[in-house]
């Protein structure tokens, strides 16, 4: 049984930082694809960034050059280092993972799915 626990959202000012982390337990395959989602209200889910077990990486454009996604393969982590945030980054973020390579790209779906940790953003 996989199980994914996401923790560090919290509120900030936008402008700030937040680092993210997504503890994964139960993995058994060395090939996976983990990602950060997250969904604000009234809006539909939106992928922001994934990575894969060989390091490939794929960030979505509202994102790039200010989120970084990482991974601790020795503490079964994944992080999501959020730098220069904007209160259009409020949303509540989840992480979520699956066997297989992402290749830089996205799943079409996630099997494995954390409960979720809220971004504020304040202007």
């Known amino acids: 049984q996989v199980q994914l626990v996401e923790s560090g959202g919290g509120s900030v000012q936008a402008g700030g930082s937040l680092r993210l982390s997504c503890a994964v337990f139960?993995?058994?395959?060395?090939?996976?694809?983990t990602a950060w989602f997250r969904q604000a209200p009234g809006k539909e889910r939106e992928g922001v960034a994934a990575?894969?077990?060989?390091?490939?990486?794929i960030y979505a454009d509202s994102v790039k050059g200010r989120f970084t996604i990482s991974q601790d393969n020795a503490k079964n982590t994944l992080y999501l280092q959020m730098n220069s945030l904007k209160p259009e980054d409020t949303a509540m973020y989840y992480c979520a993972a699956d066997y297989g390579l992402c290749g830089g790209s996205w799943f079409d779906e996630y099997n494995y799915w954390g409960q979720g940790t809220q971004v504020t953003v304040s202007s």
């Open positions: 139960g993995y058994i395959y060395s090939s996976y694809c």
């Open positions: 990575i894969d077990s060989d390091g490939s990486t």
